[in-house]
């Protein structure tokens, strides 16, 4: 009979490498500083562009990382993609700013999707949503989820008796989610 060599698993180190400064270190306590710390950046590109600036619990940016690069008027974004940077930095929030191109600042239904989803996601994760800034043009007018009172935090309600729980219950929608 052969000896099975041991079951190895490889070891690897995930690292936040710093870039060049590009923005600035001044506390952002409204739209209008995460404005002015990547706003002229962004509209100076030609595609949809969505960062995330990644905050200390005083509102001091940390970092400001670029998540997606699409085409002119969409970009694809997965949540996934908003966290690395923000569990990395050890942030205790994040500000997403992307821009429009075409000058036009009314939000897409996808950007009220995302919004709305990475809403849920941070008040599961720890790691506050403090904005989501939409600017565009030349740089003079934004568009502000929190403004605009859209930031609206969802409510979990989890139960602490686990006799409380329903198993089958859970386990009858995970089937039909797999009918579909």
């Not at 949503?129 to 929190?146: P, R, T, W």
Request: include cysteine.
């Amino acid at each position: 009979m052969q000896e099975q060599e041991p079951f190895k698993l490889e070891v690897v180190s995930v690292r936040l490498v710093k870039d060049a400064p590009l923005f600035s270190d001044h506390k952002i306590t409204s739209p209008q500083d995460a404005v002015k710390v990547v706003g002229d950046f962004l509209c100076e590109m030609d595609r949809e562009v969505v960062c995330v600036i990644n905050l200390k619990s005083d509102g001091t940016p940390i970092n400001c990382n670029i998540v997606s690069i699409g085409a002119i008027n969409q970009t694809i974004a997965e949540p996934r993609e908003f966290f690395k940077s923000s569990i990395l930095s050890n942030a205790a929030g994040m500000i997403m700013v992307h821009n429009h191109p075409s000058g036009e600042l009314v939000p897409s239904r996808q950007d009220v999707l995302i919004t709305h989803r990475i809403l849920e996601l941070t008040e599961l994760m720890g790691i506050r949503l403090a904005d989501h800034v939409i600017v565009g043009g030349d740089n003079s007018q934004y568009f502000s989820f929190s403004e605009k009172k859209l930031l609206q935090y969802p409510s979990f309600s989890f139960t602490a008796d686990y006799n409380e729980l329903d198993f089958g219950k859970t386990a009858m929608v995970a089937e039909k989610g797999k009918a579909r």
